[in-house]
């Protein structure tokens, strides 16, 4: 029989997952490894919802991996997956670096980078909430030394 984990989030609910879908995490793989006997992992800064969100492409990556009835629809899958308001996706973001999760973070990322192809930083810096803490003087050096990007 396999054995479950059991995890508690920063909003109190308590999760219950097969720990073989888990193993994907590095952080939870370790802290599984490390102490065969525990009970439950604590993820202070993980909300319920997004953990279930990052088990949901655990779970189905393992299938996929495994060859199962996913593998000829994964395009598909992760167009669908990445299909999440904004709030949630940078939460998954943090919880899957948090976790050590490197598929789904090497996804989020992919997404992160498609959406800012062809955009300046005025547009990037609006989008992400990024403060524009350069001087007039910082940005005209920038552009001086960079003028192949400003052509």
């Given at each position: 029989?396999?054995?479950?984990?059991?995890?508690?989030?920063?909003d109190d609910k308590i999760l219950t997952y097969p720990r073989d879908t888990l193993r994907?995490?590095?952080?939870?793989?370790?802290?599984?490894?490390?102490?065969?006997?525990?009970?439950?992992?604590?993820?202070?800064?993980?909300?319920?919802?997004?953990?279930?969100?990052?088990?949901?492409?655990?779970?189905?990556?393992?299938?996929?991996?495994?060859?199962?009835?996913?593998?000829?629809?994964?395009?598909?899958?992760?167009?669908?997956?990445?299909?999440?308001?904004?709030?949630?996706?940078?939460?998954?973001?943090?919880?899957?670096?948090?976790?050590?999760?490197?598929?789904?973070?090497?996804?989020?990322?992919?997404?992160?980078?498609?959406?800012?192809?062809?955009?300046?930083?005025?547009?990037?810096?609006?989008?992400?909430?990024?403060?524009?803490?350069?001087?007039?003087?910082?940005?005209?050096?920038?552009?001086?030394?960079?003028?192949?990007?400003?052509?």
């Amino acid at each position: 029989m396999e054995s479950n984990i059991t995890l508690r989030t920063s909003d109190d609910k308590i999760l219950t997952y097969p720990r073989d879908t888990l193993r994907l995490s590095l952080y939870l793989n370790r802290k599984m490894t490390t102490s065969q006997n525990i009970q439950e992992i604590h993820l202070e800064d993980i909300h319920s919802q997004t953990m279930r969100k990052v088990y949901k492409f655990c779970e189905d990556k393992s299938r996929i991996d495994r060859g199962g009835e996913m593998s000829d629809k994964i395009d598909t899958y992760f167009v669908q997956f990445l299909d999440m308001k904004e709030d949630l996706f940078f939460s998954v973001v943090a919880a899957a670096s948090f976790l050590e999760i490197e598929p789904l973070l090497d996804l989020l990322c992919q997404r992160i980078a498609v959406d800012m192809k062809g955009h300046d930083a005025k547009h990037l810096r609006s989008k992400y909430h990024i403060e524009n803490d350069l001087t007039t003087d910082q940005v005209k050096e920038i552009k001086q030394k960079r003028q192949w990007m400003y052509k």
